[in-house]
């Protein structure tokens, strides 16, 4: 990626899924990571932003070629609107959670970056959601994340609906998710549908 090689680093993932490799292990173990990789090299300017957002581009261009694996199994789970706050523009992470929980059976409403909270409840209402997933990457924001829980819980469409809340932040301070009213939060995709699983009553596949 740094060298800006994205053929050669999509081609690698291809034919690591092509071979058996678990989609689910190339999110977790080359998608996330990698990102994780490529913040701290911005963080400590050691790559440009350009290079940051070439990277990030490109990794949201291979997870889109996996998804003929991903929207393929049944849906007999819940469903899920995973979204950004207003002003929230990393978006990467919030859309692997959204694809995670496609994998596991979920229905999944993936409405992206900078999201108004009007737009968010009306998803919500339309798609009968179950959990509503916020992705906020950046500490200021999360007073928007509060600002949106806020909205839900007084919302009458959204009466019961779970909330859950990852990112940064939420790492860093481990009872953050339930300070802002949320009902928990995950360190990455996978532990998100545990949690997802055990609020609403289902199993994980």
């Given at each position: ?55 990030t581009?490109?990794?949201q ?36 959670v ?9 229905n999944?409403?993936?409405?992206g ?6 737009g ?23 007073t ?26 939420f790492?860093i ?33």
């Amino acid at each position: 990626m740094l060298r800006g090689e994205r053929d050669v680093a999509s081609r690698l993932v291809l034919l690591a899924v092509d071979g058996g490799m678990p989609v689910k292990d190339i999110y977790l173990h080359v998608f996330q990571l990698a990102q994780y990789e490529i913040g701290r090299l911005w963080q400590t300017n050691q790559i440009s932003v350009a290079q940051e957002h070439y990277c990030t581009a490109a990794t949201q261009l291979i997870m889109s070629q996996l998804y003929p694996h991903i929207f393929s199994g049944k849906k007999n789970n819940g469903t899920i609107v995973a979204t950004c706050v207003s002003g929230e523009l990393h978006e990467i992470g919030v859309r692997m959670v959204a694809d995670f929980f496609e994998m596991d059976g979920w229905n999944s409403y993936y409405l992206g970056a900078n999201m108004p909270i009007s737009g968010i409840l009306q998803a919500l209402a339309e798609h009968k959601a179950d959990v509503l997933g916020i992705g906020t990457t950046i500490t200021y924001h999360v007073t928007e994340s509060e600002k949106l829980i806020r909205a839900v819980r007084s919302d009458p469409a959204c009466q019961g609906m779970k909330i859950l809340v990852g990112g940064y932040p939420f790492n860093i301070e481990s009872d953050l998710a339930k300070k802002i009213g949320a009902d928990g939060s995950a360190a990455n995709a996978g532990s998100a549908i545990t949690l997802a699983n055990q609020l609403i009553g289902k199993n994980s596949r």
